[in-house]
């Protein structure tokens, strides 16, 4: 009989729930430091202009202001996640309105905000490029005139307003067409999301004596914004100490820097502390959204459904600066093939410069646009060919062992459960024999299955034995309110048998901590989760090494006891305390105990002998958790408006740590999906925002949430995963929209391919088909 586990497994509460909840929690905005300045920005009034020529001496003249910085004062220093385009402040040229141009450091927040108002720019405006056409039409005006000569951290085919191009094939695309009895092909169009996390971006820069800088901020990795400060300023990374307070959320937008050059370079020249906190609107103006994007897929299909071809193509507008924009390129062509068997593939794509806000990294990271459309898609080959959508998925899903597009071989594979989970828990098979809706309403079921990645790029951990017999934990990972602090530790104490309570968790610190990339990409678990497991197992080999020393026995004879304590197997009166174990390495023999591991995900993405990649930026991603979704919806028939009833989604976790926390993952994803499906969107009149404000940009409260969601959890076990588990924070996003759409189409028969299916688009759709109109796919 197994022994009954400790941590993993059990769902235990967030470890910082009572710090939360009694408002004992700090964030930057909390912080304060002794003769600390605030700091606020000019942003630009135009979408791109030449700067000509600042006057900064009313400002300056201001009572209360210490500072006043410009691009001029600013070296000739760039950063970008993928390609290095962009300085911490708008230098010679601006590219979006809301691009900060000048900064202030004032006694208080109002007198720089007020200074900033004195600040005089002369601009040259130019040719502003909004649309992705635009800035690929051949006499576009160019966005960045460096782009060749700027650094690349990959092999990106970039040119003119034409970030990065990436195209994946295996196969023969031609012979695939060939093969086909039927091809579809049609055209979708999402738009771009607002991450909207509670708390606005912000952070808190301190020099020291020695002219160090510590800088406090909110972000998703302490590690990228020392890089991004420090290759922004010009900084040795020495120079700069990051650290975490807690973090009010983030889904991608606090990945790469966003204020904090600024408020560095603020606390340089006046060597005062200064403080920064955008407002909701400077927030929404100039951080970050997911990328709009436009899917053209194209499928081809025997008569008894087997799929044979695959080809997409993707636009995405990056807006002014690459950003995470050429890794999200390459990461949504690799999932536009899906978790299907499709043994001719062609996805290619580009993402280009605009003179908008910069898109960046956004849960789901590419994948809800284009599943939008290959999911979709789908729905039309099962209608067209009499099938079931799920039993047509079943008949094309990929098996255990089947390689993913681009070569990697996926083993730990759950799909087959998720999709049965669903069908059996929503009763799909029988929802035809529903009662019906209400009079005025249409009732429609939608199905969407997604596959997701969860292993990326470098990761550590220190698991240190303190004098009592406890132990800390560090990781470098920021918790940004999805409770990996919590499943971390849970990992550390079962792995040492030890209470929860017996480990504390140190705050990421770049002086201090391991490195970890970050808090993204549905890493943390799988990545840091490893690391986490292997460092506690060396702390073990240490424990029993000195316990060995003092029982005179063999290493191999001791084991671990609930509680803290190491004995001789077999013997219940041979035992000791950690504490005394590790008074003994303190004081006596062999130096306090410490393990540590530190590792990179490095499985290949591509198999060069099944598939050919160009521009593709991630040559080691993977570790693949799956996702199957159904929903009900109801369609008012007299206003269009679309009400999510009722959902169910299983997702394939490989091991569920926390399930509680796995579950509360799954329903904010599925929440976070309901509104890019039928509510959000970010609007441009023009170059310039139309609803920055909370006012105007619409998310879904709790009358827009199904009362019956249910979260179904899904355990394959991932070999080299700690304890088996994948990751899970943006998997129960991606097949929101997508399902959505189909059980619209179910619903009323109309094919919605641009979201958000808002209540205005559906009940056009609805009276067009009334009227008989031809669908054109993007006309609602």
């Known amino acids: 009989m197994s022994e009954p586990a400790m941590a993993v497994g059990l769902s235990l509460p967030k470890l910082e729930t009572l710090e939360k909840v009694t408002g004992r929690a700090q964030y930057i905005a909390d912080m304060s430091r002794p003769g ?86 002369d601009y040259e405006e130019l040719p502003a490029i909004l649309t992705v056409e635009e800035a690929l039409a051949p006499d576009a005006a160019i966005i960045h005139e460096g782009l060749a000569d700027y650094f690349k951290v990959f092999s ?61 901020s909110a972000n998703q ?6 890089a991004n400060v420090c290759e922004s300023l010009g900084l040795p990374m020495s120079k700069l100490r990051c650290v975490t307070p807690r973090i009010g959320g983030g889904f991608g937008n606090k990945m790469e820097a966003h204020i904090q050059p600024i408020a560095v370079k603020l606390a340089m020249v006046t060597g005062r502390p200064v403080k920064m906190i955008l407002t909701r609107e400077e927030d929404f103006q100039m951080v970050r959204v997911r990328h709009p994007a436009k899917i053209r897929v194209k499928t081809g299909v025997k008569r008894d459904g087997t799929l044979v071809a695959r080809e997409c193509e993707l636009h995405l507008d990056g807006g002014a600066f690459g950003d995470d924009s050429p890794g999200v390129l390459g990461y949504a062509l690799l999932m536009s093939r899906g978790p299907y068997r499709i043994p001719h593939a062609r996805v290619h794509g580009h993402v280009v410069y605009t003179n908008k806000l910069r898109s960046g990294a956004f849960r789901g990271f590419g994948n809800p646009q284009v599943s939008f459309g290959t999911e979709t898609q789908l729905d039309e080959i099962a209608e067209a060919l009499g099938l079931d959508p799920i039993e047509l998925r079943l008949k094309n899903m990929m098996k255990p062992g089947d390689h993913w597009l681009g070569g990697q071989r996926v083993d730990s594979n759950g799909l087959a459960d998720c999709i049965e989970a669903v069908r059996k828990a929503s009763g799909w098979d029988r929802r035809q024999a529903l009662p019906a809706p209400p009079e005025g309403k249409r009732r429609g079921f939608g199905f969407a299955v997604a596959g997701h990645i969860s292993g990326l790029l470098g990761t550590g951990a220190i698991v240190r034995l303190l004098e009592d017999g406890s132990v800390v934990l560090n990781t470098g990972a920021v918790d940004i309110g999805q409770g990996s602090d919590t499943v971390l530790t849970q990992m550390c104490a079962e792995v040492l048998k030890i209470p929860m309570e017996q480990v504390s968790t140190a705050s990421p610190d770049t002086d201090g901590s391991p490195y970890n990339w970050g808090t993204t990409a549905s890493r943390v678990t799988y990545t840091t989760g490893r690391a986490v497991v292997a460092a506690s197992r060396e ?89 199957a979704l159904v929903t009900e919806v109801e369609i008012d028939e007299a206003t269009g408006q679309t009400e999510v009833k009722r959902l169910w989604t299983a997702v394939d976790v490989g091991k569920a740590i926390n399930p509680r926390q796995v579950e509360g993952q799954i329903e904010g994803g599925v929440v976070q999906g309901i509104g890019f499906a039928l509510i959000e969107e970010v609007v441009w009149d023009g170059a310039r925002l139309a609803n920055p404000t909370l006012m105007d940009y619409k998310i879904p409260g709790t009358m827009d949430i199904p009362y019956e969601l249910h979260s179904i959890i899904v355990e394959h076990a991932q070999g080299d995963g700690p304890f088996g588990a994948k990751g899970v924070g943006e998997i129960s996003l991606v097949p929101v929209p997508c399902a959505i759409a189909n059980a619209i189409h179910d619903a009323a028969g109309v094919r919605l391919r641009r979201l958000p299916m808002n209540a205005e688009r559906v009940l056009r759709a609805c009276l067009a088909k009334e009227d008989g109109a031809k669908e054109d796919g993007l006309a609602h």
């Open 36 to 121: 600390m300045l605030h700091g606020a920005i000019l942003q630009s009034p135009y979408a791109h202009a030449r700067i000509l020529r600042y006057d900064t001496s009313a400002a300056l003249a201001l009572p209360g202001v210490h500072a006043v910085v410009t691009g001029d004062d600013f070296g000739e220093h760039r950063m970008g996640a993928f390609v290095k385009d962009e300085t911490a402040i708008a230098k010679a040229k601006v590219r979006y309105v809301g691009e900060p141009v000048a900064a202030v450091a004032a006694d208080d927040e109002a007198t720089a905000r007020q200074a900033c108002q004195l600040i005089d720019v």
């Open 156 to 216: 990106a085919i970039s040119k003119g307003n034409s970030l990065s191009y990436t195209e994946i094939k295996e196969g023969d695309i031609e012979q695939g067409w060939r093969e086909s009895d039927l091809i579809f092909e049609s055209i979708f169009e999402t738009p771009a999301q607002a991450h909207l996390a509670i708390e606005p971006c912000g952070a808190l820069a301190e020099t020291d004596a020695q002219g160090r800088v510590t800088l406090w």
């Open 221 to 226: 990795s302490v590690f990228r914004v020392q």
């Open 539 to 627: 702390v073990e080999r240490q424990i029993k090494e000195q316990a060995a020393d003092i029982f005179e026995c063999s290493v191999e004879d001791l084991e671990l006891r609930p509680g803290g304590r190491v004995g001789i197997k077999g013997v219940q009166a041979k035992e000791l305390p950690f504490l005394v174990v590790s008074a003994r390495a303190h004081w006596r023999k062999g130096g306090p105990i410490v393990g540590s591991n530190t590792l990179v995900y490095d499985t290949p993405t591509v198999d060069p002998k099944r598939a050919i990649a160009l521009g593709l930026p991630f040559a080691q991603i993977g570790v693949y958790s799956f996702a």
